[in-house]
């Protein structure tokens, strides 16, 4: 049971908005703006597109974003694109990490 | 460009102890902390333990608490993880993984490629 709840799966049309949640409580959401989100390929290693809450990494698409209310964060990904398909980890970071259960993005 | 490289994993019988290893280049390794982080079979991320970028601070996951230990050589540019007492339970990819709280920003921003690490009689 992690500490960070995301929905197992969502999926979305090429060219639609998506957006995953990631609830936890206030001492590794709310409180804190140290919510990261990560992209997984299958086979690959975990790649970093969203830090504190809202900060793109330089050479992340501008269609990924990320927003916080309360104690849920969002990643919100818009002109879904084939590529886009991948498992998708919250994560916080505090003096230790945790990490949600992950969602597995499906572009129909 | 920044690259971590893990090695060490393997095909380990329970009870047996393991040394895994992350080499860095590219970054001023010991300006950073690091992480490790597994990965079951078909499951989710779980984060292990960090160190901090000179080595005087280690937290672990309270999973692994007292049969991991994490260490780092900055004059090697190598992190390591120790890990004893092997169970099934442990058999995973495990990546290395840099933070970047030089800059004030909590994320992992640079993973390596993984090592695999089988427990099995």
């Known amino acids: 049971q992690s500490a960070l709840t995301q929905p197992a799966s969502v999926s979305g049309s090429p060219g639609q908005s998506i957006t995953i949640s990631c609830t936890g409580t206030s001492s590794y959401v709310g409180d804190y703006n140290f919510v990261s989100w990560y992209q997984q390929h299958p086979g690959k290693a975990p790649k970093l597109m969203i830090y504190d809450v809202s900060n793109r990494p330089s050479g992340v698409s501008n269609r990924f974003s990320g927003s916080k209310s309360g104690n849920t964060a969002s990643l919100t990904i818009s002109g879904l694109q084939a590529e886009d398909e991948a498992d998708y980890y919250c994560?916080?970071?505090?003096?230790?990490?945790?990490f949600g259960g992950g969602t597995k993005l499906t572009v129909l | 460009q920044v690259q971590l490289v893990e090695s060490g994993g393997g095909v380990v019988q329970p009870g047996r102890s393991l040394r895994l290893s992350c080499t860095a280049s590219g970054v001023v390794f010991s300006s950073y902390g690091m992480h490790w982080v597994r990965q079951a079979p078909g499951k989710g991320l779980e984060w292990v333990a960090i160190i901090s970028y000179d080595g005087s601070s280690k937290y672990y996951a309270d999973s692994v608490k007292g049969r991991f230990t994490i260490s780092r050589d900055n004059s090697k540019n190598t992190l390591y993880l120790q890990i004893n007492s092997l169970r099934a339970e442990d058999t995973a990819v495990y990546y290395c993984?840099?933070?970047?709280?030089?800059?004030?920003?909590?994320?992992?921003?640079?993973w390596g490629q993984g090592t695999l690490v089988t427990v099995s009689s």
């Open positions: 993984a840099k933070d970047d709280l030089y800059n004030d920003i909590f994320a992992l921003d640079f």
């Open positions: 994560s916080s970071y505090t003096t230790k990490v945790v």
